[in-house]
């Protein structure tokens, strides 16, 4: 398994700013992903973090409104651009270490108001 | 094609009863099924997954019965218990480090004492 953490737990921001969360894993992965998580609905693939590359995004999700980086094998960012209200949501960073098996960060709760 | 439908979108179970969550796929491609367990304020924990070689997989109180030719899978607790009230979260992937996870929506289990 692995162990993941994320920082911020929970922010409130106002519509406009940008907000940036970060993902820290306690062992080197090279799958790590982005989702969102909202009421009532499944868990949003938003995008692959590279190691050294650009992030590969899912069909809806652009990099000019969730840039990422992942400057090595255990950390990563995303980055909420020009928040509207309709970003309020659950962030959550993942990491495959091996196979299939799939494990989620705490998440990040953010309130955009 | 790529849709995970699961069922009940709720459910209230009565202490030491059996809870019953069903998920339904699409892809006959996918071979890979686990389930997720979530609390509130807390990333989904891996709980459980199966492979179609297998019709059943059981770990302590919580078993998986898969139906290949139904393509639907489920999670049955036995001796519900007020700490199993959670949120459940079925997906199912092809195997392969790169598979991307398709998820249900959850279901919210209550567990009343």
């Known amino acids: 398994s692995a162990v993941i953490s994320q920082k911020p737990s929970r922010d409130i921001c106002q519509r406009g700013t940008s907000l940036t969360i970060q993902c820290q894993v306690d062992?080197?992965?090279?799958?790590m992903f982005w989702y969102r998580q909202q009421p009532g609905q499944s868990l949003t693939l938003i995008a692959t973090?590279?190691?050294?590359?650009?992030?590969?995004?899912e069909s809806g999700f652009v990099i000019d409104k969730f840039p990422i980086s992942r400057p090595n094998l255990t950390f990563s960012t995303l980055t909420v651009s020009n928040m509207s209200p309709e970003d309020s949501s659950i962030y959550l960073c993942?990491?495959?270490?091996?196979?299939?098996?799939?494990?989620f960060g705490p998440g990040t709760r953010l309130t955009v108001l | 094609q790529q849709q995970v439908k699961q069922s009940p979108q709720s459910l209230i179970v009565q202490k030491g009863g059996i809870s019953i969550i069903n998920c339904a796929y699409e892809?006959?491609?996918?071979?890979?099924f686990p389930w997720y367990q979530q609390f509130p304020g807390k990333g989904p924990a891996l709980l459980i997954a199966?492979?179609?070689?297998?019709s059943e997989k059981k770990e302590g109180r919580f078993t998986i019965s898969f139906n290949k030719s139904a393509k639907q899978f489920s999670l049955h607790i036995m001796d519900s218990q007020p700490g199993d009230s959670a949120t459940y979260v079925c997906?199912?992937?092809?195997?392969?480090?790169?598979?991307?996870?398709?998820f249900g929506k959850g279901t919210k289990l209550t567990v009343n004492p």
């Open positions: 993942s990491v495959r270490p091996l196979g299939n098996e799939q494990f």
């Open positions: 062992s080197q992965v090279t799958m």
């Open positions: 973090a590279n190691q050294g590359s650009e992030a590969t995004y």
């Open positions: 892809n006959t491609a996918f071979d890979y």
């Open positions: 199966i492979r179609p070689d297998v």
């Open positions: 997906a199912a992937s092809r195997q392969g480090g790169s598979e991307k996870l398709v």
